[in-house]
């Protein structure tokens, strides 16, 4: 079983930046389907950014221009780079790795959840204005 571990969360204030980090047990992220998600208080989790199974990158509106997802492979490392953060960006922040059967079978976009099977614990990030 794969195991991610994020890291990077933290306190900024309005039109800051963090970068998150995502850590795996395996050598996962240059062969498979990648993502960012995110969870707010009361929010259903929503996709940030996905990569693919043919490398194609898949970002959410609301973050296309301030956010980009990079990985490592010899690191065995995902990141997101998140620039000019605002209050709504505020959630907790999971990477997922992996495409999921139902990915193949129905067809789902890379930025559904349903879409990735394993996840991280989650790093919060906190945008105060």
């Known amino acids: 079983k794969v195991q991610l571990v994020e890291s990077g969360g933290g306190s900024v204030q309005s039109g800051g930046s963090l970068r998150l980090s995502c850590a795996a047990s395996?050598?996962?992220?240059?062969?498979?389907?990648v993502g960012w998600f995110r969870q707010a208080p009361g929010k259903e989790r929503e996709g940030v950014v996905g990569i693919g199974i043919d490398g194609s990158e898949s970002y959410a509106d609301s973050v296309k221009g301030r956010f980009t997802i990079s990985r490592d492979n010899a690191k065995k490392t995902l990141y997101l780079q998140m620039n000019s953060l605002n209050s709504e960006d505020t959630a907790m922040y999971y990477c997922?790795?992996?495409?999921?059967?139902?990915?193949?079978?129905?067809?789902?976009?890379?930025?559904?959840?349903?879409?990735?099977?394993?996840w991280g614990q989650g790093t919060q990030v906190t945008v105060s204005s």
């Open positions: 997922a790795a992996d495409c999921s059967l139902s990915y193949y079978n129905e067809g789902l976009g890379i930025r559904d959840p349903r879409s990735l099977q394993f």
């Open positions: 395996q050598y996962i992220f240059s062969r498979y389907c």
